[in-house]
């Protein structure tokens, strides 16, 4: 069953954003912090191939995404969602 986006939080951090979803992801953290940590991971490699994601962080009911400087949020945003629910 795919993953719908509930909600997106900003962080302190104007690079990342928290996407609270509508159900658990993970029971444990998983945190990504390149492209090569998230190789096997279906969920993480998807979200690396989102130009300007640099760290994927999974952890019950949310995704933080860290993005580079450079990147807006307004082009990663509907590809982090279109890659959730996609996936189950």
Not at 11 to 33: E, G, W
Not at 58 to 76: E, H, Q, R, V, Y
């Amino acid at each position: 069953m795919p993953f719908s986006v509930k909600e997106i939080q900003p962080t302190p951090n104007p690079n990342a954003a928290k996407f609270v979803l509508d159900r658990a992801i993970s029971d444990q953290p998983v945190s990504f912090l390149s492209p090569q940590q998230g190789t096997n991971h279906p969920i993480a490699s998807e979200l690396f191939s989102v130009k300007g994601v640099t760290s994927v962080l999974i952890l019950s009911d949310f995704i933080t995404i860290n993005k580079t400087p450079g990147a807006n949020w307004n082009s990663i945003t509907p590809q982090i969602k279109e890659i959730l629910q996609k996936c189950s």
